[in-house]
């Protein structure tokens, strides 16, 4: 029988999220082969098809009304900026990662990264939530497609064992609100750029 896990077992670490993690990765453990070896794959994939989308948002939006290019070329430049923060919050934070400090854990599908390449917040739920959102504004139509992706790459970040729940929902909530901040602005900026031409 084996014996309660002490209150706080990581420092700094809910223990709530050390649960879920080991819930998550357990099942990722008892997954076939070929669900381990597509999880592995497709949390660097989603990562790739964002920009895609981005790229052919570009593409779309060439020739369209001044508001659109402008909210094109936002959703990579609002992207970039939450991953730049999320980058600096790790350097403060300075989290181990889960593979590396939980006890009990079996063998993970994805390698655990370098000691130095810090968990909290993660970067890849923070350029999926905000290439997310940057694409939901510049191009409506795939808001539920690219939502649904963002909580994927999040889900998938966890299943790997890279990064604990709190660690990829704390990137969403980043990636997110930087986003929709950026967009906005840039939104405002159009308008008010578009009805100066209107006026002259």
């Not at 497709?42 to 909210?71: P, Q």
Request: net charge neutral; aromatic share 8%.
């Amino acid at each position: 029988m084996s014996l309660p896990l002490a209150t706080n077992e990581i420092e700094d670490v809910p223990d709530i999220s050390i649960d879920w993690y080991r819930a998550i990765t357990g099942l990722a453990h008892d997954a076939p082969g070929w669900v381990q070896a597509l999880a592995d794959v497709a949390t660097e994939a989603v990562i790739l098809v964002f920009g895609a989308l981005v790229l052919a948002n570009l593409w779309r939006t060439r020739r369209a009304d001044r508001r659109l290019r402008v909210l094109a070329f936002a959703a990579p430049a609002v992207t970039v900026l939450a991953y730049a923060i999320s980058e600096v919050t790790k350097t403060f934070v300075e989290q181990e990662r889960p593979c590396r400090e939980v006890r009990g854990v079996v063998a993970t599908i994805a390698e655990c990264p370098e000691p130095g390449d810090w968990s909290f917040p993660s970067n890849h739920s923070t350029i999926a939530a905000a290439a997310a959102v940057g694409l939901a504004v510049a191009w409506r139509r795939l808001a539920v497609v690219v939502a649904l992706l963002a909580v994927l790459e999040a889900f998938l970040r966890v299943f790997v064992g890279v990064h604990y729940p709190h660690d990829v929902i704390a990137g969403l909530l980043l990636g997110a609100i930087v986003a929709a901040a950026g967009m906005a602005l840039a939104a405002k900026l159009a308008k008010t750029r578009l009805a100066a031409l209107q006026h002259r």
